[in-house]
Nanobody, 119 residues
Framework: QVQLAESGGGSVQPGGSLRLSCEASGTIDSINAMAWYRQVPGKERELVALIKDDGRTNYADSVQGRFTISRDNAKNTVSLQMNSLKPEDTAVYFC?????????????WGQGTLVTVSS
């Protein structure tokens, strides 16, 4: 079973920066894509940024130019550098992995880490 461990959440003032990290552990044949989602109470979970195994990335329009997703394929880790944070970025951020185990396509979620942007 693949597990995702997130770190790096916390509180920051508007305009500040935070870096989230996530490590996938377990028996993994390969990881197709890793991503960060976020969710606020009462709203659906939304995609923030995604990075594929070939390095291609997708970003939500709301974070384009402020957030950068990166990945270390050798270590099965993904990071999200968040700059110029805004109060509306406040949410629980979840790491996501789309991977292959024993020939099966599976996915996994992290437990979530809270990011609070407030003055």
């Amino acid at each position: 079973q693949v597990q995702l461990a997130e770190s790096g959440g916390g509180s920051v003032q508007p305009g500040g920066s935070l870096r989230l990290s996530c490590e996938a552990s377990g028996t993994i044949d390969s990881i197709n894509a890793m991503a960060w989602y976020r969710q606020v109470p009462g709203k659906e979970r939304e995609l923030v940024a995604l990075i594929k195994d070939d390095g291609r990335t997708n970003y939500a329009d709301s974070v384009q130019g402020r957030f950068t997703i990166s990945r270390d394929n050798a270590k099965n880790t993904v990071s999200l550098q968040m700059n110029s944070l805004k109060p509306e970025d406040t949410a629980v951020y979840f790491c996501y992995s789309d991977h292959i185990v024993g020939g099966w396509a599976l996915d996994a979620w992290g437990q979530g880490t809270l990011v609070t942007v407030s003055s």
